[in-house]
């Protein structure tokens, strides 16, 4: 039986990088560019009644984590580009758990994959242009009073992309072994 705290970070919780080498940028960068097509294979095969089913008790069903992904990322790319075309700018924070009661988490969870690949297209285009000076610019999250490099954001939305991925992945590998 798995803990909470398995349940709740499957991949272990985010810990920033000491250092930002070349070859784990593009891992990241990877991670972003596949995670549309991964959880679309993940999810295959699964009825509207099963993507209710929540990755552990008491959290969101995997349906609300698909539309979450597709909310968090679309915040994400904004983010990104306020810092390369403002200097050092202020994002704005949404509260994630009442985005994920509205009535639009209740959907199909093929618009938020089609946004997913959409948002997933126009990072890896971004990333894969950014010279040394444009991964260095920020931005500051006002709940934290943090400056966050891009850097530090492509290696976070990589590691948010994994996270979620393995709810989903780990939730129906449950319930493959309980049907």
């Known amino acids: 039986m798995m803990t ?13 990088p000491a250092s930002y080498t070349t070859e784990d940028m ?3 960068i990877e991670d972003i ?10 999810i295959t095969g699964l009825n509207y009644q099963e993507l ?3 990755y552990r008790p008491g959290g969101w069903t995997l349906r609300q984590v698909i539309h979450h992904l597709a909310d968090s ?20 924070p949404y509260e994630e758990a009442d985005w994920a ?11 938020s994959l089609k946004m997913l690949e959409g948002i997933h297209q126009h990072f890896v285009s971004l990333f894969e242009s950014f010279t040394e000076n444009e991964w260095a610019r920020t931005f500051v999250h006002p709940a934290s009073g943090e400056t966050i490099s891009l850097k530090k954001g492509l290696a976070t939305y990589a590691w948010h992309s994994n996270h979620h991925l393995a709810h989903v992945t780990e939730t129906v590998k449950r319930m493959v072994k309980v049907s």
């Open 73 to 92: 990322h679309m915040n994400s790319i904004t983010r990104f580009k306020l810092a390369l075309t403002e200097n050092n700018p202020t994002i704005k």
């Open 26 to 28: 593009r891992g990241w």
């Open 101 to 111: 009661l509205l009535p639009d988490y209740r959907l199909p969870v093929e618009p």
């Open 33 to 42: 560019a596949t995670l549309p097509g991964k959880l679309r294979h993940a």
């Open 52 to 54: 209710d089913t929540p």
């Open 4 to 16: 909470d705290e398995q349940l709740r970070y499957p991949i272990g919780r985010f810990s920033p």
